[in-house]
Structures are given as structure tokens and as C-alpha cells.
């Protein structure tokens, strides 16, 4: 058992160290764009450039996890990952800079193979727990991510921080290497087999809705902290990069409720826990919206919202991973396919809402993605409470 607590918790580590290089750059923001000369404008494709890079790596890497060892495979990206934030760090113009970022995006899908291989690890009736602890790291990665960028920028430029970033990748790559168990893989399946049945399964409803939920719910994530640095440099705060950042600290309560879903998950409440989360990420967007006038009210809804948003994405992940139990990689990294999807157009379209109608419009459209997530859960719900296990579906 103290083997299984071991791997789940440096599983957790890579995964917050790993999605830190893609959501570093948000309360870095307007420093990189002046340094690198990037018109405001355009600002959003920075955090853009990482996401798109996500994309690809888990349309055509995460998939290799249900072909060959996967320690391997996690090391590997890690030292990948590390030499995109390492082309990062010395970019002096927007070209290298969006190549560094899509690299270190591309190879930051270790995140999703270090998921599929705790669930691997852990017995049936623990998956949903280990789930809930892995994820939890992925959300101290992401909003911790924030408070740390935030301040060493403040000390020492942005760069200091994709150079930090390098050195932890590497020293995890070492440490998942000598603490990890290496995997028997008994399949024969080849590599463009797994890529067919990563295709097919966007023909699967069950697997598609669940898609459709992460896509809303990660749009409405990524409006609120690709834009929320917005409102709170402009008056009346005038916050600094560290101030900004420090409102990640708000955002780790979320870590708490992932891993809570996960042991709901367990009991088989996963289809409910979803719906009323979804219900929470919305009603969050009427606190959150305030940024204007109330420091406080939006450290309320940055609470809720982060908490909701875990909560159903653990929930999506036990119910995939209890459904395609011989293809945990694939289906998890088919699933955050819609994730990143997601991700991508709530960064890109928030700073264009926010130069048309300011915060109170970001608010309005972070909202009505989480209703949109809501009401795919609500026409998808019987699938959801009856998840049959897929992986008996036709190879052709």
C-alpha cells in the first residue's frame, strides 16, 4: 500500500509541475508581451500557443501510454517538456517564443499519461481516489503555478521562471525513473491500432458527452484566468504580478474538492456530483463577475468555481476509465482533446470580450459555458448513471 501512496503522490508532482509550464504565462502576461514586443491584442494566443501544442500531443502522444511502458514514456516527456520551456526562456522575438510554448505544450501531455497510469496502478475500487490525489496536483500545478510565477517575476523576470520550470522537469524525470515500476505491456497492439481506436471512440456517445462537458467546463476555467489578471491591474487595484498571483491561493481549495470527487466517484455518485457541480461553476460567475468593485466577492467565486471545475473533472475521468478499463491512456487523452479545446477558446475569445464589454461580459460568457456543460449533462444523464465497459467494441 505504501508502494500505491508513493507513485500516486510523485504522479501528482509531475502533474503539477508539468501543467505549470502551460498556465505560468497567464499572470505573466502583459510582462511577456512587452518584453517580446506582442501587441495587446494578441496577448491571448500566448496562452494560446501552449494549449494548441497540448492539443496535438494528445490527439498523438498520450495514446503510446497503451502501447509501451509508461515510466519510460513519462520520463522521456518530462526531458522533452523541459527543453521547450528552456527555448521558451530565450525567446526574444514572438516566433521563438510561440514555438517554445507549443513544444512545451505538446510534451506537457505527460500530465494525462501520468493519470491513466495511477488509475492502471491502483485496484477498481481505489481508482476514483488515486484519481481525485493525481488531479489534485494537476490543480496545485495550475493555480500554484500563478502564485510562484507571479512573485519570482516580479524578483527576477519571467524567464526565471520557465529556467526553474526546466530544472524540476528534469529532476522528476530522474525520480520517475528509480521510484516508479516499470510495466509488462501483454499487448501486441501497434501503435496506428491505438491511434483507430482513439479515433473510433469519438463515434461512442457516452465518450462524446462526457467530451462535450469538459469542453464547456474548461472554457469557462479558462475564461475566468486567462482574462481575471485583466481587471485587477486596471484601476481601481492596480495589483502587481505577485498580487495577481496571489489569488491562485484561493483557486487551491479546488484541489480539496478533486480529491473528494474522487472517493464520491467510488461510491458511485459520479453522475450527480457532475450536475451539481455544474450548478456551482455557474451560480460562481455572479461572484466572480464583481472584479470591478470587490476583491472579496471574487476570491468567493474563485473558490467555488475551482472546486466545481475539479470536482466534475475527476468525475468525467472515473467514468471514462471505469468504461474503456483496456484503454485508460486513449480515453483520457481523447477526452482532453475537448479539454483543450475548451481551454483554447475561452483564453482566445476572453480578451476579446473583455476589450468589447469588460469584465461583466467575461462574466456573462464564462457563465453560459458552464450552462452549456449543464444542459449536456442533463440530456446525457442516463448513459452517465449506467456506464457500460466499452473496450469490447468492433477493432474495424
Request: aromatic share 8%; proline share 3%; charged share 10%.
Amino acid at each position: 500500500m505504501s508502494g500505491i501512496r508513493t507513485a500516486r503522490m510523485l504522479l501528482a508532482t509531475v502533474c503539477a509541475v508539468a501543467v505549470s509550464t502551460i498556465y505560468a504565462a497567464q499572470p505573466m502576461l502583459a510582462h511577456i508581451g512587452r518584453d517580446v514586443g506582442i501587441a495587446t491584442s494578441e496577448w491571448g494566443w500566448v496562452i494560446a500557443a501552449g494549449q494548441v501544442g497540448y492539443l496535438i500531443g494528445l490527439i498523438g502522444l498520450v495514446p503510446l501510454g497503451d502501447v509501451i511502458d509508461r515510466r519510460r514514456l513519462i520520463a522521456l516527456h518530462l526531458v522533452l517538456c523541459a527543453a521547450g520551456t528552456l527555448v521558451t526562456a530565450s525567446a526574444t522575438g514572438a516566433a521563438v517564443l510561440v514555438a517554445g510554448l507549443a513544444a512545451t505544450g505538446l510534451f506537457a501531455v505527460v500530465v494525462q499519461t501520468a493519470v491513466a497510469f495511477a488509475a492502471d496502478l491502483s485496484a477498481p475500487a481505489e481508482r476514483g481516489r488515486s484519481l481525485g490525489v493525481v488531479t489534485s496536483g494537476v490543480v496545485v500545478g495550475i493555480l500554484g503555478a500563478r502564485v510562484v510565477a507571479g512573485i519570482l517575476t516580479d524578483l527576477w523576470g519571467w524567464r526565471a521562471v520557465y529556467l526553474a520550470l526546466a530544472a524540476m522537469l528534469v529532476a522528476l524525470a530522474v525520480a520517475v525513473l528509480t521510484r516508479l515500476p516499470a510495466e509488462a505491456r501483454m499487448s501486441r497492439r501497434t501503435y496506428g491500432a491505438v491511434i483507430g481506436s482513439l479515433v473510433r471512440m469519438f463515434a461512442v456517445p457516452f465518450f462524446v458527452s462526457r467530451g462535450v462537458i469538459a469542453f464547456f467546463l474548461f472554457a469557462s476555467f479558462g475564461t475566468l484566468w486567462s482574462g481575471l489578471a485583466l481587471p485587477l491591474e486596471a484601476g481601481p487595484w492596480h495589483l502587481d504580478a505577485t498580487q495577481v498571483g496571489l489569488f491562485g491561493i484561493a483557486g487551491l481549495a479546488g484541489a480539496l474538492g478533486a480529491a473528494r470527487a474522487g472517493w464520491w466517484a467510488d461510491n458511485g455518485r459520479a453522475s450527480r456530483v457532475t450536475g451539481a457541480a455544474l450548478v456551482v461553476l455557474a451560480l460562481s460567475w455572479i461572484a466572480a463577475g464583481q472584479a470591478t468593485w470587490s476583491i472579496w466577492l471574487v476570491i468567493i467565486g474563485v473558490i467555488f468555481l475551482d472546486f466545481a471545475v475539479q470536482a466534475v473533472h475527476v468525475s468525467n475521468q472515473s467514468l471514462l476509465t471505469e468504461a474503456f478499463p483496456e484503454r485508460t491512456s486513449s480515453a483520457i487523452g481523447g477526452y482532453m482533446v475537448f479539454y483543450s479545446l475548451g481551454s483554447v477558446l475561452g483564453a482566445t475569445a476572453t480578451t476579446a470580450v473583455y476589450a468589447a464589454a469588460g469584465w461583466a461580459g467575461c462574466a456573462v460568457l464564462g457563465a453560459s459555458f458552464a450552462l452549456c456543460g449543464l444542459l449536456t449533462w442533463a440530456l446525457s444523464r442516463p448513459m452517465a448513471e449506467r456506464p457500460a465497459k466499452l473496450d469490447a467494441l468492433p477493432a474495424t
